[in-house]
């Protein structure tokens, strides 16, 4: 199984052609509704847009990443702020936090139990937990080609791998309750996505977040033919108007730390 550390993150790319990652968590910070003086923990910040964002409000932000490409490039991007080397499932810190703020992160942690419970043991009681994450059949198009493909070239190893962790609500909202949260708010819907390359929007979304299904495929024999096959599958279902679509649904989360029982 896959998590964040499999993964070596492209972060200019990521700016460059991915910034729609970041730019529609710009409403999950109106929900978090940041204060000023609140401090506030962003897990999974990237290269820190939401984490500058978020600070505007005049709170007190840290923004971690397991990422230490990322980082380098928040600290480039917004050197005043507070960003550190950190995974989702090892936060450590000296004071509780009043929020913890998380977009379109933790489903590349599949070890989520301990993920859920490093939230809760960073938070004050009382303290709210607002996130994001791709949900139940998130990009369920382009994971089926994917793996179909794969399959098609003898890649079955590959084939069978699980990228991501997309729980269903009932599941993120069970787990989340184990570590002592009260929801009080949950939403699974579909968000379409367009993709910015107009030419080859599949295949470089794949470059970008699907690394860990070609792990040990040859780049110049297989992979390229691979790539191109699989988006040739996608066009009739996620190609329209001269534009690419990625398939996402996506959990909205919000939940409150409760006293200990």
């Known amino acids: 199984m896959s998590t964040l550390t499999d ?7 990521y ?18 509704a940041p204060r000023p003086g609140e401090r506030i923990l962003d897990l999974g910040c990237g290269t820190g847009y939401l984490s500058d964002l978020i600070a505007r409000s005049g709170a007190l932000v840290t923004g971690i990443d397991n990422s230490e490409a990322m980082i ?11 960003f550190r080397v950190m995974a989702a499932t090892a936060i450590a810190f000296d004071q509780p936090f009043d929020a913890v703020f998380s977009n379109a992160v933790l489903h590349w942690v599949t070890e ?20 994001e994450m791709g949900g139940k059949d998130n990009v369920e198009g382009i994971v089926s080609a994917t793996r179909a493909v794969l399959s098609r070239y003898g ?16 599941q993120y909202a069970e787990l989340l309750e184990s570590q002592g949260f009260r929801i009080t708010y949950a939403s699974h819907y579909d968000r379409e996505t367009p993709l910015q390359d107009s030419k080859n929007g599949i ?3 794949l470059g970008m977040f699907g690394e860990n299904f070609f792990r040990q495929i040859p780049p110049r024999e297989d992979l390229e033919p691979i790539l191109e096959d699989i988006q040739t599958r996608l066009r009739p279902s996620h190609f329209r108007e001269g534009c690419w679509w990625a398939d996402y649904k996506r959990l909205r989360i919000v939940a409150i730390k409760q006293p200990s029982k």
Request: net charge positive; with cysteine; proline share 3%.
């Open 155 to 170: 890649y079955h190893d590959q084939a069978a791998r699980e990228v991501w962790y997309f729980p269903s609500l009932g």
């Open 112 to 131: 989520a139990r301990k993920a859920a419970a490093s939230m809760a043991g960073c938070l004050k009681t009382g303290g709210r937990l607002v996130l």
């Open 7 to 13: 993964i070596k993150w492209n972060a200019k790319l």
């Open 203 to 205: 295949k470089d979304w």
């Open 72 to 82: 380098a490039k928040a600290k480039e991007a917004y050197p005043e702020g507070d």
């Open 15 to 32: 700016d460059d052609k991915h910034a729609f990652v970041f730019k529609y968590g710009e409403d999950l910070v109106d929900m978090l």
